[in-house]
């Protein structure tokens, strides 16, 4: 394709004019960023150290009692001792109140100490109104990821008792806290060397830590898993400004059909655009990085202690080259939703949920063990997050580093060709097409049928997070399918007034079907085993993927039969019914049959929500939408999916390692899967009303 | 030499789920000579614009052909669009450029040399009487003034096929005045121009043929005087009603 370089210089000088015109999104994106976020760094910083300074120099006012009170007193004695010792204040002051507990809770005592004996403190406290909340000290400590001291008959306790929800309290418990633990400590060494301890207790069996990372490769790797991240909430809030006027704006405006009926072409309107949005997030990211620089200099944003990440120019320059395409993704994306959107407003709110989604695979330097030599190298912008992590603590896999920019230029390319064949969508572009939809019952479940399995996945995390993770397997499984799967799917059937005979693809299928099933499913299983096995030898795969194929989360205690029921027949039922089911409907006219079945099989992956979960069973996913279409029935794919878990279950049972196979059976398998698709292939009865191919149109 | 416009079986069908395969346009055709206006009359839905649009490049036609100097619409549509100057009232402009920096964008990326844009655009501003507000910006302009930047814009480049989709909806008796003396003008220099309007006065006053679109099909294509003659009716409302109850007789429908 031959591109016009001057017509696109032109169409970008005036994207970006237009753009620099617009006081009000350079305020609001650019001038307020930068003068809004120093201010109110300044302010809390100052405001903070005021507060440090105030607490540090305050005497705080405590108050004792108890039938131990005096052993209290005996302790704070020595603290005072030890700490002007030291040279430094001692800064409690005992006041004599009449009920401590009340005096705490109306703020004239920072906090009560409270001398009791082993037995009084395991009584369960009285909770009354006027008793601070005891979970402060205790819950409150735990939380924090400190231990209860252990309790010992006939050893008096001492029991700070403080306020978290006041600071003078809370500043006063820690420092009391810590002189309480020196006495303690320095009366233990005074017992054992007063009972004949031959030397001086505190240098028994000195614990040393030597960090043999660099401080510049310590600070890369907190720096590197964050810093892409970071990067790409500004080039995606940044680009935004551009991309959601670029396109959705022009429509609004009228100014698309002015262009598109000039003599410049798509591919140059694209190209323009892209790279007006590709301009502005590269440089407000660039802005906003040197602004957070400026703000460490000032020291307005604190950094850990020895933090000391030193980027030399070439590894600078290296990273800037791994980020521009993914700088370009960004904008592709960008673009993509500002062309799908009718509108300015409908751009601005798609753009929420792909600000999510698009900072989430940044986020891959934050899992445990991840290295760019795995299968993240071909994940894009994961894979530069990955690798800009590693460069930062000095190690530099230059194959993969190259795998990486190959990737996410090519990612970018391919989202900038849709982003042409956005403009080239007449439904999008052009008033006449869009009129002539009437919008029914079937036409608004296709638009929006990603949009309600996206909520189905949020409310399947949800309860993931919150409900199942502890409930028993047979909970978890009612739950995901009966209520969230099932449910959702049938409401969205009852909602936008659908045939559940036509949603469901309920249809009877030829007898031979039934045996390429029964001959596939197996083959399917370990054909998945085979393929992540080959592409191991080039990309590592993550063991846990691999796992994952035989993973069968047999639950222990819980009957074979139950087993099968709850893992293979509920699964194979509901799982098709809302997948190849409800979503292959919503999609069949959206997508040509080959990425249909790819999307469905991948959104089916996505709802397996473990990490290393996604790519095994989209793979299955895929298989069984192929099914699906082939078949034009939901029935052979329900038998193929129940099946292919009865094989993981019984591999698991027996204890066959399915990811400990060798080449012959699983080329046999991958032989006998082909022959179960040719059967199926030969016999098609294809899904009907599936996406006219452009012949039709 | 073949005519500038050029419309053979044009012909557009969308997918509508609840209707089924809707025929916007059903097998148009028409041609259109070097200083003529012809005019395409119809009622909203007729299928003008979709025509129109199919000739602009917006939509790519179902089946048939349109070529614009002889450049057929599908295969090469960049130089067909460089051909023609699109102007609608749903064209709208870029709100925060002056009308200068319009006239010189859209001469540039229409294919003008670099060398020769700010002439051109100095000249279509004296042609239109922009000088006072050359250097405004478009949204700071009169509706009037703004008709004026589009109508320049359009023929920035000097395109020898103008199509103007409903040009005058929208404006007040003047501007629309205004806007056909212009269209005259452009035909007295001898452009070929494709001018769509439901508004019987303007088809009368302006085009030398006139197309009766109904239901996405041309009923009659001819001079008024040749209309007159056929219909036996001196009102070009009458004769526009004559070919569609017509039309609707034929199909047994209704309008």
Sequence with gaps: MKVDWSAVAALFRNEMRHLLRDRRTIVVSIFLPLAVIPVMLFSSHWLEQRRKARLEQATFEISVEGSQAETVCSLLAEAERMQTARGEAFRFRETAVAVPLAALAEKRVALVLRGVTAAEALVAPTEGADRPERGAGRAGARARGEEREPIVEGVPVVEVLFRADRDDSQAAATTMRRLLREVRTERRHAVLVAAGFPRDPATVLPVTRENLATSGQVAGLTLGRLVTALLLLFMLSGGAVVAIDSLAGEKERGTLETLLTSGVGRQEIVLAKLLAIFSVALLIAVIQVANLLVYVGFELIPVPAGFAAAVPPQVAALLFLLYLPVTALVAGGLLLLSGYAKSYKEAQLNFFPVFLLGVLPALAPLLPGVSLRSAVVLVPIANAAVAVKEILVGVFDWPLLLVTLVVNSAAAALVARLSIRALSNERLISPAAAESEHVTGAVAFQRHVLRNFAIMWGVLLVAAANVTTNADVRLQIVINLGVIFLGGTLLMVRAYRLDPREVFALRPVRPVVWLAVLIGAPAGLLTGVGVFQLANHFVPVPPEMMEAFGEAMLPEGLPFWQVVIFLCVAPGIVEELTFRGALLHGLRKRFHPGVLALVVGLVFGVFHTSLFRIAPTAFIGIMLSAVTLLTGSIFPAMLWHALNNLVALGAARFGVPLEGLDAPPLVAAALILAAAYWILWRTRCVYPDLRPGRGRQ | ?255
């Design chain 2, 1 to 255: 030499m073949s005519q500038p416009v050029v419309v053979q079986g044009l012909t557009k069908i969308f997918f509508d789920d609840a209707r089924g395969e809707v025929r916007a346009v059903d097998g148009v055709d028409f041609f259109c000579r070097a200083g003529e206006i012809f005019g395409l009359l119809g009622a909203n839905g007729a299928g003008k614009t979709t025509t129109l649009r199919m000739i602009a490049t917006v939509l790519a036609p179902t089946a048939g052909t349109a070529l614009v100097m002889g450049h057929d619409v599908q295969r090469e549509a960049e130089a067909a669009r460089r051909a023609l100057g699109f102007y609608s009232a749903t064209t709208a402009l870029y709100p925060r450029l002056t009308a200068r920096e319009t006239l010189e964008f859209f001469a540039r990326i229409n294919g003008v040399a670099a060398a020769r844009v700010p002439a051109r655009a100095e000249e279509l501003v004296a042609r239109f009487g922009l000088g006072d507000y050359a250097d405004t910006r478009v949204d700071k302009l009169s509706t009037g003034m703004k008709q004026k930047v589009s109508i320049a814009r359009t023929v920035a480049h000097d395109p020898p096929v103008l199509v103007f989709d409903e040009p005058t909806v929208g404006l007040d008796v003047l501007n629309a005045l205004e806007m056909q003396r212009v269209i005259a003008e452009f035909r007295r220099e001898g452009k070929a121009i494709i001018f769509s309007t439901h508004i019987m006065s303007e088809a009368e006053r302006l085009c030398d043929r006139i197309a009766i679109i109904h239901r996405g099909r041309i009923h009659a294509c001819d001079t008024l005087e040749n209309l007159r003659a056929a219909t036996g009716k001196h009102y070009l409302e009458d004769i526009f009603i004559h070919y569609v109850e017509l039309a609707n007789g034929d199909g047994g429908g209704t309008p």
